[in-house]
């Protein structure tokens, strides 16, 4: 157990690739401590090794069929990888153990606008947002779904929620300010997306800021 305890130290100092060597030899010598696999997962996620940890998320699940967080860290590497389907199925596994768990409904949402499932996504954050009503950036998506969908009004009523629970997220103003230039609301978009601008400016995010100075030109000059 020495190199297991010593594996989790460094894990917890952030010396991610001691933590490897450590946990590795700690699985050479009991290869069924499901726990060594979680946590080796765990610091080869924090190092980009998303695959590395992809094979030890399974290897812990394995062991663990019930472990939530590993479904739910797998999920979020097979993201990364841009295996949506994957990362579905692992979110899709972890409501099924853990249905309260609105940061899985909010991924699994996500995943599904990526892949084109508007309404799926739409389900998904509605749920994540019964679960936990602060959750702004359910809201947020929400929203940048109904706009896809061309449903501006009620775009506009989810970026503004979004925007009451978290006043300084910028991209809400922005996007609210789009949805009612859409909807003929060209004065309260104009002040939205001035809002937005001077939102991304404080946050040091130029180019965002310089992107929607020149949107409120396009849409004033309509």
């Known amino acids: 157990m020495k190199y297991f305890k010593n594996g989790n130290k460094r894990l917890e100092q952030g010396d991610y690739q001691g933590a490897i060597i450590d946990l590795t030899k700690a699985i050479q010598i009991n290869p069924q401590l ?72 909010y991924n699994r949402g996500v995943l599904r606008g990526q892949l084109k499932d508007n309404q799926g996504a739409i389900a998904d ?22 706009n896809q969908l061309k449903d501006y009004q009620q775009a506009i009523v989810d970026f503004t929620k979004a925007i009451q629970v978290n006043p300084k997220l910028a991209v809400a103003y922005h996007n609210r300010g789009v949805a009612r230039g859409l909807s003929g609301d060209k004065q309260r978009a104009i002040a939205d997306l001035r809002k937005a601008v001077s939102l991304f400016q404080q946050q040091g995010n130029k180019a965002q800021a310089q992107k929607t100075l020149e949107l409120i030109a396009r849409v004033s000059s309509k």
């Open 34 to 105: 499901g726990s060594a696999y979680y946590n080796r997962a765990v610091a080869r996620g924090q190092l980009q090794d998303s695959h590395g940890a992809i094979a030890d998320f399974t290897k812990a699940i394995q062991f663990n069929p019930k472990d939530a967080e590993a479904y739910y860290n797998r999920g979020v590497a097979r993201g990364q990888l841009n295996d949506n389907q994957g990362a579905i199925a692992d979110f899709t596994k972890v409501i099924q153990i853990n249905p309260k768990l609105a940061i899985a409904h």
């Open 125 to 146: 954050f509605t749920k994540a947002i019964q679960i936990n009503p602060k959750l702004a950036i359910a809201y947020y998506n929400r929203g940048v779904t109904r």
